[in-house]
């Protein structure tokens, strides 16, 4: 199975300001015909299902902010939100896509400072 | 919209069984697959597996083999999870997810499942 490892396992940042988050998957998600990063994020508040934020590693979900993006490649992953608003307060999951037991991240608890 | 509506909150005795179900509306039902993920009380989110919406072939999980499976009623676009003989620890929030080729898109509301004498 594909182990995922997010860093840190909670975060408070400052209204405004930036937070990141990283996720490190034991083996690369990298699949090599279309070069796509099969990893996606997604936020969870209190009380909901998780909703879907990003895909193949940097693609945004129909309507999530622009303030959300995603980088990396292979093994490494980061979701960054630039400017953090009150409603970001979430839990923040990552996800490999790449191959079944489609495996889940512990969780990054994000909070305001 | 696409949506995907789960069936109700529930309490069980420990041993019993529970059969939880999700309708989906909004796009064509065989298009896409149905995953099921678990949550656990203050836990985080874990993959219990999926099904084929347009063959009815399943896949579980290790660790959610024998006594979770998963079901069809194409003619209702409803899925659903059986979980016979009921333990403390599958009292968690169950989850139904539309799987698109790249990531789980729609999530169901969940429904509660409590496992107690």
């Known amino acids: 199975d594909i182990v995922m490892t997010q860093s840190p396992d909670s975060l408070a940042v400052s209204l405004g300001e930036r937070a990141t988050i990283n996720c490190k998957s034991s083996q690369s998600v990298l699949y090599g015909p279309n070069n796509k990063n099969y990893l996606t994020w997604y936020q969870q508040k209190p009380g909901q299902p998780p909703k879907l934020l990003i895909y193949?590693?940097?693609t945004r979900e129909s309507g999530v902010p622009d303030r959300f993006s995603g980088s990396g490649s292979g093994t490494d992953f980061t979701l960054t939100i630039s400017s953090l608003q009150a409603e970001d307060v979430a839990v923040y999951y990552c996800q490999q896509y790449y191959t079944t037991p489609y495996t889940f991240g512990q969780g990054t608890k994000l909070e305001i400072k | 919209q696409v949506q995907l509506v789960q069936s109700g909150s529930t309490l069980k005795m420990p041993g019993a069984s529970v059969k939880l179900s999700c309708q989906a509306s909004?796009?064509?039902?065989?298009?896409?697959?149905v995953n099921w993920v678990r949550q656990a009380p203050g836990q985080g989110l874990e993959w219990i597996g999926w099904i084929n919406t347009n063959s009815g072939k399943p896949e579980n999980a290790q660790g959610f083999t024998g006594r979770f499976v998963f079901s069809l009623d194409t003619s209702v676009n409803t899925a659903y999870l059986q979980i016979s003989r009921l333990e403390a620890e599958d009292t968690a929030v169950y989850y139904c997810?539309?799987?698109?080729?790249?990531?789980?898109?729609?999530w169901g509301q969940g429904t509660a499942v409590t496992v107690s004498s």
């Open positions: 909004g796009y064509r039902f065989k298009s896409y697959a």
């Open positions: 193949w590693a940097s």
């Open positions: 997810v539309r799987a698109s080729g790249w990531a789980f898109d729609h």
